[in-house]
């Protein structure tokens, strides 16, 4: 094969289910040339020791991810909404199971 | 011959076919093609080393002599050896390796799937085991054989080549000997005739889908049955076991 560009397939990134109706957490990503062999990859590579019971693997640039510098706008602005906390209310007197 | 010593042998094929086939792809080790199928090709190794593993263990009990898993896989000579003529061939490229992993995984899928149900409870509870790895096995050699064979031009050469090369060692594969003939009685052994059909069939079907011919060539190369191999072997051994042949007491 060589070092000629492209001899490793493409990235993909690897979400494992750890237990049914349990979310999808990532885990890290692999190379792979198509979907199946994405899937055997992930499976071996981050599956080997009992580690889940699903995998999704998803092509890396199929990801749309927020940039370091959209920090500001897209996130600080929640730090002073305090309300948006369920914490911020007083639960009336007399009320349970809240 | 007894039912107990067809049962050794027995094991010892299964076993031997197992060991040597990890043996061999565990040469790749660091040497894949990407890393990802480094991984995945040792991963096969090691589950083929298990179940090597576990049938050394029953053979020993099965023949009662207090020889360990370890002294029948290592202090052997390559005479006494029972693995088939396929599994010791040379590495070759990437298609070969991969081309003779189908063919042997095709092979076991149909084999331990029979193996389950035999009489033998050892035997059937290793098969059990064994037969959710070879499925997975299977799966990704079948799919590498798609991919190599439907791929470039030069991928789809390399993997007919591998075929054309290593065809006239699948005939033994199906070899019956009195081994078999005992154990059939008795309900331990695999009728061998009869998974044959259904391995040609399966083994047709994803090489044609691959695009790749099966060589019209009718010669059959066969003698493990009997313990007799190529010139491959004994390097294999030689290699394999020069460790434990010259500290025969060591220990991890």
Same mark, same amino acid.
């Given at each position: ?94 009320v349970?199971?809240? | 011959? &007894?039912?107990?010593?067809?049962? =050794?042998k027995?094991?010892? %094929?299964?076993?031997?076919?197992? /060991? *040597?086939?990890? $043996?061999? #792809? ?18 096969i ?18 023949e009662?002599?207090?020889? &360990?898993?370890?002294?029948?896989? =290592?202090?052997?000579?390559? %005479?006494?050896?029972?693995?088939? /003529? *396929?599994?010791? $061939?040379? #590495? ?5 390796t ?58 789809? #050469? ?30 331990i ?39 007799k ?15 434990p ?8």
């Amino acid at each position: 094969m060589g070092n000629t560009k492209d001899s490793q397939g493409k990235l993909w990134e690897v979400f494992v289910q750890k237990k049914p109706g349990q979310p999808f957490v990532h885990c890290g990503n692999l190379h792979a040339f198509d979907k199946e062999m994405a899937l055997q990859n992930a499976r071996d590579l981050y599956t080997r020791r009992g580690e889940g019971t699903a995998l999704w693997v998803v092509p890396s640039d199929a990801i749309v991810a927020s940039s370091p510098e959209d920090i500001g706008p897209f996130f600080e602005p929640a730090n002073d909404k305090v309300f948006r906390h369920p914490t911020f209310y007083n639960v009336p007197e007399g009320v349970k199971h809240m | 011959m &007894t039912k107990q010593e067809a049962l =050794f042998k027995y094991c010892l %094929r299964l076993a031997d076919t197992s /060991l *040597i086939l990890a $043996q061999r #792809n565990g040469e790749w080790c660091g040497h894949g093609p990407f890393l990802e199928e480094d991984l995945a090709l040792t991963n096969i190794s090691l589950d083929l080393l298990g179940q090597a593993n576990s049938i050394f263990q029953y053979a020993s009990q099965v023949e009662g002599k207090g020889r &360990t898993e370890d002294q029948l896989a =290592f202090h052997r000579n390559e %005479r006494e050896f029972y693995n088939t /003529l *396929i599994v010791e $061939q040379l #590495n070759g490229d990437y298609a070969k390796t991969i081309l003779r992993q189908f063919l042997c995984d095709a092979f076991d899928f149909y084999f331990y799937s029979e193996l389950v149900k035999s009489k033998d409870e050892t035997l059937s509870a290793i098969a059990a085991k064994s037969l959710k790895e070879i499925t997975y096995h299977f799966r990704h050699s079948s799919s590498w054989v798609e991919r190599l064979g439907d791929g470039t031009d030069e991928s789809h #050469n390399r993997i007919q080549n591998a075929l054309n090369e290593l065809w006239r060692f699948t005939g033994e594969m199906f070899e019956m000997n009195e081994v078999d003939s005992v154990l059939i009685k008795e309900g331990i052994a695999v009728d061998l005739a009869a998974i044959q059909t259904k391995w040609e069939s399966k083994v047709k079907e994803i090489l044609e889908r691959a695009t790749l011919k099966i060589p019209s060539t009718a010669f059959m190369q066969r003698g493990s049955r009997e313990g007799k191999h190529t010139e491959h072997l004994g390097y294999i051994l030689a290699e394999m076991q020069s460790l434990p042949r010259a500290l025969p007491d060591a220990k991890w």
